[in-house]
């Protein structure tokens, strides 16, 4: 059973687990929630703003994400990503892309769409009366949505998004499926190289539930301070 | 784009030599199905036992509830996968371990066991929000007459709390479904496996992954819509999301 548990081959993997691994998994979560948070802020506000043309594209696009597997869309992007990226370049073949990259569009551009129904939810917390307010003050649609909406719907949702966050950071593990070395894709590495499974991914699970579990909980204390007292 | 379309592909004989790969890719979408479906019940049964400890006066049995909510939710859904079913048979007795490795479709049965107890965290969740939502009198008055304290829950208590958590209950349905796409790392051969097998044979990516996607969004579609039917069956009068049914006969 355990007697034969093999804590030196963790101890040896430790650099390559942690400086190549841990750093594609946290690099990817920030840069992939960032744009997420971006992007599906702005799909929020196509899907709230009443013309028929933004609204019906941005709905499709959030109920398409979310009705197929995460796994699904890894592998849809994967092969797509260098055909978007010849359409963007205008270049005469698909081009070649970097596995961070790769992974990277996907990522906003599928946890975009989680991002946006949190958002809309965030600005519809916004009551009515502030923007009739500020209307009736004069300001533009920008205006109003910059320094009035947004930032009260960002500090209403902020436990939220970053509980998305913690989400995203476990999703990043399913990378492995397009061969990328990750956190969880470096472990599987050694556990194969070295035929030590039950270390490796013994491990790689005591290291996620860490990272979450303290991550969770400090997104509770946050939210004790967050909140915007009435 | 220099990328050759062929539609016509779903028609050809897979690499198995007897079935097409529009029929492999349906007998992936069966895979998924039974996956899922296997996977809720654990989920629901788990999820139900342990959102109801963690509502019950008892702090012991809340804090064994709380340690199980927390360990299946912070651990990635793919690593619980690889525990089960790499690490699991090493750990157990000799004996045990191989039975489980030689086991016919080891990969369904780690799948179905994973996926449904990750997902029965969610759902303890949700079953300990709807029992917490309702008035604490329904529990005082369900003890006060004499009932006792799982006769309590059984006909007081949860009755309410499932008809209320109907709506959360069909997302966690569909995650289920959506989710057992994660078994393929397993080598289960579910829908998007077949997807990508066919890709990988026929070299028709964006045919391949069109028609799963598809198949994927009819599932949901379908569960979507037999879930509301179910939910306005059994909506609680004076709640949100109750509608009355047209009067007549």
Redesign the interface.
């Known amino acids: 059973m355990f007697s034969n548990f093999d804590f030196d081959v963790i101890i040896r993997s430790l650099p390559y687990l942690f400086y190549q691994g841990m750093t594609f998994t946290l690099l990817l979560t920030a840069l992939a929630t960032l744009g997420g948070i971006v992007l599906g802020t702005l799909l929020a506000l196509m899907r709230l703003s009443g013309f028929a043309f933004l609204t019906v594209p941005a709905a499709a696009y959030v109920n398409l994400m979310r009705s197929v597997p995460f796994v699904l869309m890894i592998f849809w992007f994967y092969f797509l990503v260098p055909y978007i990226g010849q359409w963007v370049t205008f270049s005469s073949r698909p081009i070649q892309v970097g596995a961070f990259a790769s992974c990277l569009v996907t990522f906003t551009l599928f946890e975009a769409a989680f991002f946006c129904e949190i958002m809309r939810a965030g600005i519809q917390s916004i009551s009515l009366g502030q923007v009739a307010a500020a209307q009736a003050l004069g300001m533009t649609y920008p205006t109003v949505m910059g320094y009035i909406v947004l930032p009260q719907a960002f500090r209403n949702m902020v436990p939220v998004l970053l509980t998305q966050t913690i989400v995203l950071f476990q999703d990043t593990s399913l990378v492995y499926v397009i061969s990328v070395t990750d956190f969880l894709g470096a472990a599987s590495k050694v556990a194969q190289r070295d035929g030590r499974l039950v270390e490796m991914y013994l491990f790689a699970a005591v290291v996620y539930f860490i990272i979450s579990l303290v991550a969770s909980r400090t997104v509770g204390l946050l939210q004790r301070y967050i909140a915007i007292i009435r | 784009?220099?990328?050759h379309w062929n539609w016509a592909i779903f028609w050809e004989i897979s690499p198995d030599g007897v079935h097409t790969y529009l029929q492999t890719l349906l007998m992936g979408t069966g895979w998924t199905m039974l996956t899922a479906a296997f996977a809720f019940i654990i989920a629901l049964t788990f999820g139900s036992l342990i959102g109801v400890m963690r509502t019950m006066p008892s702090g012991f049995a809340a804090r064994i509830g709380d340690v199980y909510v927390?360990?299946f939710?912070?651990?990635?859904?793919?690593?619980?996968m690889?525990?089960w079913y790499?690490?699991l048979p090493?750990?157990?007795?000799h004996a045990f371990g191989t039975w489980l490795k030689q086991l016919p479709n080891a990969s369904f049965y780690t799948a179905v066991v994973a996926l449904g107890l990750y997902m029965s965290a969610r759902i303890a969740e949700q079953v300990r929000a709807g029992v917490l939502s309702l008035p604490r009198g329904q529990r005082q008055a369900g003890l006060a007459l004499g009932l006792t304290l799982p006769q309590t829950y059984a006909y007081v208590l949860l009755p309410m709390t499932y008809r209320i958590i109907m709506p959360p209950l069909t997302s966690e349905l569909?995650n289920t479904i959506?989710?057992?796409?994660?078994a393929?790392?397993i080598g289960l051969m579910e829908l998007?496996a077949r997807?990508?097998a066919m890709?990988e044979f026929s070299f028709q990516?964006?045919e391949a992954?069109t028609a799963?996607?598809v198949i994927?969004?009819a599932i949901?579609i379908v569960v979507t819509f037999a879930m509301r039917l179910v939910e306005r069956r059994i909506a609680v009068p004076g709640y949100l999301g109750f509608r009355p049914q047209a009067a007549g006969h």
């Open positions: 784009m220099n990328y927390e360990l939710r912070n651990i990635p859904l793919l690593v619980q690889f525990l790499f690490v090493e750990v157990v007795p569909l959506k989710n057992s796409a994660v393929l790392t998007t997807a990508r890709q990516v964006f992954f799963a996607t994927y969004i949901n």
